[in-house]
């Protein structure tokens, strides 16, 4: 069964058709990039798929089940793990009690009161920090991470539901074009190790070619394209709309 | 149907204050995201003055209208020295800041006042020209009352001309609509700050010299109408003239139509039509979402280290010299000392909510008072007895902050703060207007300890005891998964929600914990002072906590016990030597932001900061 089934999809803002009946799926383990140039639709549908935004028209099921209009945190419950654009991450906290705050909250406990966050989830957090590679900065608050090291923590927080699929909106924006590599090897492992699914969006091309197995293409809110990243690498219609762009990257 | 024209018109008259006052408030607001507590000061002032200017000079129509315009230039021009000398420091600063340092203004022109006019009401005589009453259908309505709406369309009519056709009221406009883009015109922001703010002091000192002929200049008009004020804005939309407007109209017929046929519910019908609004409409009738904060990204707070050997000491320390300070000091101080504890129970949950969830209550006395009101009214009402009495104030606040932190946590920042006052303010109102049920203005006496407890030295082991118990609870909660859970809501209400977390009903649930370990000190305190009164639930009791936070330092959960300790030192001293005890505790807390806000460092970190 499909982690995610996308049934014509529709959301507007006033006069602006923003996705326009958008439909597709994502299988188990399957590495997914969601392209397209600005304005596409991306991020308002990701904003769709996650529970930001209610959809005016169309539905959404996770593992066979309708989750269409669910505000975040119950789409959460349904094993979707979520990183942002720009990182959202507990600055207060070190990078280990922000996982164990998810990690409580995977458990239900986040309404507990008894004892204390800092001695309970502290050997799962640890497999996961060992993970993303930030076992050095396990006690680091996490204001003071550089921002490559937040994404990772990020992503280790994302794991802590053992989601079977990840949305990830742009994992690699805002990093150096060297560590983007690194980052995406990173998610490789998950779905690896993990059996998760990603969808992503992404403007490196490289990133996309190099690591997802199928790519959609949106285009003023309507799929234009979809297929392996060779099939698309070679489309028409996606050359015209990214203008020569393409080229520019994959050189 | 005839009187229904009149009491309509009774209530356009009550509205057309209330419009001056808001839009003012507004306008303020909308240029300078300051919420300026000292407008219902500005107002008071304007009707004062009006009182003096019509007495030298006001026994002829335009005698008395030149007075009354006086006085709300005069106000406009205090609004200049309060803006240049007072906001412009603070536009920086977190939101709990501004209303604080606007509220030690209050304080300030309090007494102020009371030193120039006295602490007696003051009537002032009606206008000439306008003492009479016309007959509309039969009734009687006071000439003045059409002069008053007549006057609030001119005002109204007054601002669309300059917002439209006056390159200052444009410039507003665009300030209130897009700040970054004034900005970037690269125009000098400080006159246009300063011009709103003359402006929008000059329409409240306005709203208050129209009143005198209605009303009694008194000292406690700029509370009640600040209250009021802050209900329209929250209704109409902040930033909003039409809002302000609208929602002036709406409120003021309410009242008016409300007194004649339900006098035993205004309140409700107040509450009721906030919260119809707030849940279909939250940003207002006529607001704009964009103003609510933006999360703080660069969060210099740091992690939680609990238990490392110097607060163990500190706290140890504190359990010593609680236990032990009995047998040392006298009868007077123990009564101070069982006020300490107390206080520092009401304060260490208000430390939990603003420290521990980033949510900034400016009404926390309603839990409180309603603690104290539970206790003291099931032993008026009910004749219970002293513990089964405490055991309900617990009760009482969580009902309370169940009930109004439902609506509260659905706003942030600067709305929240505002609802939680308009929610304690009513409770305050609801003590006085239910004066059959409450004892009203009189209180409710004879709330003395049990026989067994009766000593001063028993109670104080019995408050102390329980008081330090919550305290620990509360301490710990904040280490345990739920303080953790909310404490990350505060660092990232999007970042909680990917992770499961139900953030409006995670913080819901941490403000009805606040207002149980309240309600508890509340419950105490009625024991402690042998009666219940009004004051409890005002607005001044949810300030002394704050400034308790403050003044221990927020960051700290040791901050709310030291401010507790210090604040009752500084009050105890200072009303021996002095009767302008405000006056003090305004400069105070206006110094505590202004000139110290390092020393509060913790709080400026995690209090969203606002861009210039
Ligand atoms: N909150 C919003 N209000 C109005 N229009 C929006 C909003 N969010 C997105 N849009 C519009 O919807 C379209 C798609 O935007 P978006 O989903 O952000 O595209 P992408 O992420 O592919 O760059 C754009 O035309 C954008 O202007
Ligand atoms: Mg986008």
């Not at chain 2, 600063?93 to 006042?113: C, I, R």
């Not at chain 2, 026989?451 to 030295?457: E, G, L, R, T, V």
């Amino acid at each position: 069964m499909n982690v995610l089934t996308v049934e014509k999809l529709s959301k507007a803002f006033g006069g602006v058709q923003a996705v326009g009946g958008v439909s597709f799926a994502v299988a188990p383990g399957e590495r997914v990039a969601l392209i397209g140039p600005n304005g596409a639709g991306k991020t308002t549908l990701f904003n769709c798929i996650n529970g930001q935004l209610r959809p005016d028209d169309g539905r959404i099921e996770m593992s066979g089940r309708d989750v269409t209009g669910q505000a975040p945190h119950r789409i959460w419950r349904h094993g979707v793990g979520r990183t942002f654009q720009i990182t959202a991450t507990f600055a207060s906290m070190t990078v280990a009690e922000n996982i164990q705050v998810a990690l409580a909250s995977a458990d239900g406990a986040a309404k507990g009161l008894g004892r204390r966050l800092s001695a309970r989830y502290r050997a799962e957090a640890e497999v996961l920090i060992e993970l993303v590679g930030l076992a050095a900065r396990t006690e680091d608050p996490a204001a003071e991470l550089p921002y490559g090291d937040l994404k990772r923590l990020e992503l280790a927080v994302a794991m802590t539901n053992e989601p079977s699929l990840l949305l990830m909106d742009e994992p690699t924006a805002g990093m150096a074009a060297d560590a983007r590599g690194g980052m995406m090897d990173l998610v490789d492992v998950m779905v690896a190790e993990r059996g998760v699914a990603v969808l992503f969006t992404e403007h490196d091309m490289d990133v996309v070619f190099g690591h997802a197995d199928r790519v959609i293409v949106l285009d003023r809110g309507q799929i234009i394209a979809e297929g392996s990243p060779d099939e698309i690498r070679g489309d028409a219609t996606v050359r015209a709309v990214y203008l020569g762009t393409f080229d520019e990257a994959t050189v | 149907m005839s009187f229904i024209v009149v009491q309509a018109i009774t209530g356009l008259a009550s509205a057309a204050s209330l419009f001056l006052i808001a839009v003012g408030l507004s306008i303020v607001f909308g240029v300078t995201r300051v919420v300026n507590f000292a407008h219902g000061s500005l107002y008071m002032l304007g009707a004062y003055l009006a009182f003096s200017f019509t007495a030298a000079f006001g026994d002829t129509f335009f005698g008395y209208l030149a007075a009354i315009l006086l006085a709300a230039v005069v106000v406009g021009g205090l609004g200049a020295v309060m803006e240049t000398s007072l906001l412009r420091r603070i536009y920086r600063a977190p939101e709990l800041f501004q209303l604080l340092a606007t509220f030690g203004v209050v304080l300030v022109v309090q007494d102020l006042t009371r030193m120039i006019w006295g602490a007696d009401d003051l009537f002032a005589p009606r206008m000439p020209g306008l003492d009479g009453a016309i007959n509309i259908f039969g009734h009687a309505v006071p000439e003045y009352d059409l002069f008053l709406i007549a006057t609030a369309f001119v005002v109204l009519g007054g601002l669309w001309l300059l917002f439209r056709h006056t390159r200052f009221g444009v410039l507003v406009r665009a300030a209130t609509e897009d700040r970054e883009m004034v900005a970037a015109l690269g125009i000098d922001q400080r006159w246009l700050f300063t011009g709103a703010f003359i402006l929008g002091a000059a329409l409240a000192g306005l709203g208050g010299a129209l009143q005198i002929p209605r009303q009694a200049a008194s000292l406690s008009m700029d509370l009640n109408i600040i209250v009021d004020a802050f209900v329209v804005v929250v209704v109409g939309g902040m930033g909003s003239i039409m809002g302000a407007f609208v929602a002036a109209v709406l409120i003021s017929e309410l009242l008016a139509f409300g007194v004649v046929i339900f006098p035993q519910i205004t309140l409700v019908l107040i509450f009721a039509v906030m919260a119809v609004t707030l849940v279909l409409k939250p940003s207002g009738l006529f607001g704009r979402p964009e103003f609510t904060t933006q999360e703080d990204r660069r969060n210099p707070d740091p992690p939680l280290r609990a238990g490392d050997g110097l607060s163990r000491i500190f706290w140890w320390g504190l359990l010593v010299a609680g236990v032990a300070a009995p047998l040392v000091i006298g009868d007077f101080a123990i009564i101070v000392l069982t006020e300490i504890a107390i206080l520092a129970l009401f304060a260490a949950s208000l430390h939990f909510l603003l420290w521990g969830g980033g949510l900034i209550t400016f009404g926390h006395a309603a839990y409180f008072g309603l603690g104290a009101y539970g206790s003291g009214l099931a032993v008026f009402h009910l004749s219970l007895g002293m513990a089964p009495a405490l055991l309900l104030a617990p009760l009482a606040g969580a009902a309370g902050a169940l009930l109004f932190g439902w609506f509260c946590v659905r706003l942030s920042g600067i709305y929240m703060a505002m609802l939680t006052l308009a929610f304690a303010q009513i409770a305050w109102s609801a003590a006085f207007q239910w004066g059959g049920f409450t004892g009203g203005d009189n209180g409710i006496l004879g709330v003395w300890p049990s026989d067994w407890a009766s000593d001063p030295f028993v109670f104080y082991y019995l408050a102390f005891a329980v008081c330090a118990a919550v305290i620990w609870g509360l301490r710990h909660t904040v280490f345990s998964p739920f303080g953790y859970t909310l404490r990350a809501t505060r660092d990232s209400a999007l970042r909680s929600a990917a992770i499961g977390v139900d953030v409006t009903r995670h913080r819901w649930l941490a403000f009805t914990l606040a207002g149980a370990a309240a309600g508890v000190a509340g419950g105490f305190f009625a024991f402690a002072k042998g009666s219940v009164f009004p004051e409890v639930l005002f607005v001044s009791t949810s300030v002394d906590g704050l400034v308790m936070v403050l003044l221990g330092g927020v960051q700290s959960l040791a901050g709310p016990i030291l401010g507790a300790i210090a604040l009752t030192e500084i009050e105890t001293e200072l009303t021996r030597l002095t009767d302008l005890w405000q006056l003090c505790l305004g400069i105070l807390i206006i110094l505590l932001v202004v000139v110290l806000p390092h020393g509060l460092a913790g709080l400026s970190a995690f209090m969203r900061r606002r861009q210039p």
